[in-house]
Structures are given as C-alpha cells and as structure tokens.
C-alpha cells in the first residue's frame, strides 16, 4: 500500500467515526444536538490536529520519538496561571472571565515562557537540544511544586474549579473559544507547510541538516514556537491531553515509514482525530459518561511508551 | 580557496584552535594531522561553519562563512563528521538523495537522481542502495555517508577521519576516490587523518596540528621526515622509502 493510500484509508476512517458521531443515536431535539455535537468535533478536530503537529515537529527537532512537547513543562505552565487566577481572585474570577481573554493570556504566558526557555538555550550556542529539555524540566516540576502548594492553600471548593481544568474534556470545553483557535491553529499549520522540508532534513541530526544548508538556529527557534503555541491553543481549549501526542506520532512512523514530513504530519492528525472521535464515541455510547477520554488516552497511552521504551533498548 | 585567519576557539578557559592562519590550497587535498587533541577536528567544524569560532576569519572564495546564506553556502562546501547517528530508519538511496536538498530542497529532478546514483556507483553501494542503514556494517554506512557528500557536488568537501571504520582494501579505495575527485573534478578536500602513512601517500599537502596551532605546514614530502614527525607526535619515527613513497614507521 503506497503511502498515499494509507492516508485516504485513514481519511475514511476519521470521517466515517465523525458520521457516526453526529448522525447516530439520536433522541430528543436533533437541532440542539447536532450543534453540541458539531462544536465537539470541531474542538476535537483542533486539538487532535494541534497536538499531533506540534508533537511530531518537536520529536524531529529533539531526534528523540519517545519525548513530548509536556516535557519542557507547559501543561505545568497552564496549570499555574489557571491556579494563580484562583488563588488571588477567586474561583468565580476564573469562571466568570471572559473566554477569550483568559485564552489570549494564556497561551501568551505559555509562548513567553517558551520565548524564555529558547533565549537561554541560544545564548551559549554550544548549548545542546537536551540543555533546553533539561532547564524545561525542572521548570515544569517547579511550576507543579508551586501550584500544589497555592491549591494546598486555597479552598477546597474553590479546588474544585481548578480540578475540573487539571483533565482534559470535550464535555466541558470552551466553544466560545473555537473560532480563535481555529484560526490560530490554521496559520500555525499554514506555516509549518512552509518548513515541511526543512523538517524532513532536520530529522538527520544538526550536523547535517547544517551541511546541507537548513539555516539551524532560525528554524528551530522558530518551529518551537510553533509548538509552544499550538500546546498553548489546544490545552486552553481542552486542558492537558499531551499523551495523545506521543501515542498517534508514533503510530503514524510505524505506519507510514516515511521521513517525509508531509505525510508524516498529515498521517499524525489524521490518527489523532481517530482517536479522539473514538474515544469520545466509547466513553459516550459504552460507558455513558462514566470514564473521562484522558483516562482511556492515559491509560493506552501508557502501556505503549513501555513497549516502545522496550522495544528501544533491544534495539541497541 | 579557503583562507583561514587568525582564528580562536575555546572551551572551559583553555584554547583548542589557537590563532590558527592557514590557506588551504585549492585544488589539492590537503591533510590535518596531529595527536590527539590537537584541535583538528575542531578546526574542520569551524571551516564548514559547523559551529562558531570565537575569533578571527573564515573565507570561502574570499567571502567571509557568516556573510553566505545557508543553502548558497551548501552548494559549495559539504563535511561529514566521523560519527553520524541518524534516528530515522532510511535506505542507502534516500540517504545520498539527501545530498541533493541544496539543489532541489527534497524534490529530485531527473538531474538529481543521475548525480545520485553515480555517487552511489562512485562508492561501490549498487548492491546496497535498497537497504537500510541500521542494516549496515560500520564500514558499509560510512561509505553511504561519504557518497551522500558526493551526491552534494561541492567544490570543497571536508571530511573528518574517512577512514574511520573501513577496512584496508576501502580505505585504499576511499582514498582513490578522494584522490580521483581531486585530480579529475578538480575539488578541494580537506581530511583529518589519523594515519600518518596514508596522508603521506595520498595528499598534497599536509598541515601539523598540535595544542591548538599550526606547528609545520608544507607538501607531503616536506612533512614526512623524521626530524619534523618527531617534533609532532614526541616519538621515535623513521621514514623509509618504498616504491617511492615516503613510509613512517612508527611501531617501536
């Protein structure tokens, strides 16, 4: 099967799980459901899309497959500024800001804090990739240390605001925020068309993507962050779902065996809205609401990163 | 021609390139030597603009390294490390078709996969092109390397210890190719080489490395006498002539 047709293969299967999310099992007013149901699978769409992007961009520039943008810590990121808002305002602050400016702020934290992070790391150019991973780490434990302590201290009803942003839900997602993010994401990925090529060489190493006339410090810079926007986007719009990331990146290498990116990245999101559409059909339809996606994305998430991991030693 | 100009380089407080000036003559091949440590492998990355000197000049043609914009710069100086991970899973062709993105940026035209298959000919990897690199021997994929630099179709290519992983019936090999790209293509290469007998035999020129700066540059013949041998590795060397090549015999 050429790698065009796996894509249209898998293009099928993504839309026929849409078709049966919408037009399936529907009781009561059908206007109102088909909106809720749209809305959903526009929010899963975007995040799916955002997610495996910025995953498989940051997995070729790191040369690493078992690493994800969570890593240099912007789920923890998001946690504190949502965290932060609550202990100095209150709970109602949160809820009743304005969806849009509460996204802006965030993902500008987010971006700004990857600004940051990058700017360190390009200072000394004799900086290694695995210098920004490391920095980005203890970053990201630091941040999770301060926001457990603030949500230690604040109310525990107040605790149960922050909660219900901690896991990632399409039951429970902003749709005031679609249409930014849906632009947002778009630009994103339109830019990243632009790089497509460059991605494919960088995936060789530094060294020769040098040799071969990838103008390295630039592009990096600026592909991560394309990737720390599009995390920003995609947790402000469902909360921190990075796992799902790591699962459809890898899937998509094991099923494509490419290094083009084009189809890399095409097969990445493709596979994500898959999974999201899946799995938010399970979780409605078998276990009615009982078990929230992250949990199953979690949970297969994984025992695959322990099989990948290893499958990786053995390879050595 | 390569001109290099007073250039510095440190790491931790101590200088690994220390006002290094030379001219790497063009046409030729041209070999670094020196002991371990000396800085030549530090230097060969500055010259391909590798990584960044501290001080002083790099010209290519007379045009300062930092003032090319990358994929012009692409065109006419390719370097190959002596250790190369990859992390993706390629075959032997893509891998050498990667030495056309300066040309095509990733889309082949019938031109380029010509220059393709005959680096992959030049490098004896018919046999091989369809198979994966993880695949390989040591030996085996560092000539896929090298044929990938020689699909680039650079004037000046550097190379840092070729040799490295081959055998003794490839390394004659490589060294023939290397010769060959310089007496019929006209290239300039620049190696790094461990082995003093093959600089001798194969290049034109020969520069001495130690602690950083240049301690005797000159033709083959120049370098290889004892006396300045000597002076460059501190041990007992005796060179011989044989088939009218100067050989050092270094095995005490």
Known sequence: MSNKTKLIVLSIAALSLIMVFLFTDVKGNWDYIFRSRSEKIAAMVLTGCAIAASTVIFQTITNNRILTPSIIGFDSVYMLIQTFVVFIFGSTTLTMMNANVQFLVSVGFMVGFAVLLYSILFKQEEQTIYFLLLVGMIMGTFFQSVTSFMQFLIDPNEFFVIQDRMFASFNNMKTELLLVAGIVIALMIGYIVSYIRYLDVLSLGKEHAINLGVPYEKTVKRLLIVVAVLVSVSTALVGPITFLGFIVANVAYTFLQTYRHSYLLVGAMLFAIVALVGGQLVVERVFTFSTPLTVIVNLIGGIYFLYLLLRERKAW | ?252
């Open chain 2, 1 to 252: 021609m390569v001109e290099v100009r007073g250039v510095y380089k440190q790491y931790g407080g101590k200088n690994v390139v220390d006002n290094v000036s030379i001219t790497i003559p063009t046409g030729k091949l041209t070999s670094l030597i020196g002991p371990n440590g000396a800085g030549k492998s530090t230097l060969l990355s500055i010259m391909s603009r590798l990584i960044d000197k501290d001080r002083g000049e790099v010209r290519i043609e007379g045009k300062e390294i930092s003032q090319y914009k990358s994929d012009e710069l692409a065109k006419k100086i390719s370097i190959l490390k002596q250790s190369n991970h990859i992390a993706i899973r390629l075959t032997v062709k893509e891998l050498v078709s990667f030495g056309r993105f300066p040309y095509s940026r990733g889309r082949l035209t019938r031109e380029d996969w010509e220059y393709v298959e005959e680096a992959i000919r030049y490098m004896e990897l018919e046999d091989l092109q369809d198979c994966y690199l993880n695949e390989l021997s040591g030996g085996q994929r560092q000539r896929a390397y090298i044929a990938m630099v020689l699909a680039q179709d650079t004037d000046y290519i550097f190379l840092d210890e070729p040799l490295n992983n081959l055998d003794m019936k490839h390394c004659v090999q490589m060294m023939k190719v290397l010769r060959k790209l310089v007496d019929e293509l006209g290239k300039t290469i620049v190696v790094v080489m461990h082995d003093i007998n093959f600089a001798s035999c194969y290049s034109d020129y020969i520069v001495a490395l130690k602690n950083g700066k240049v301690v005797r540059e000159g033709t083959a013949s120049e370098i290889m006498s004892s006396g300045v041998l000597q002076g460059i590795y501190d041990m007992d060397v005796h060179i011989e002539t044989i088939h009218d090549k100067k050989i050092c015999v270094y095995f005490a």
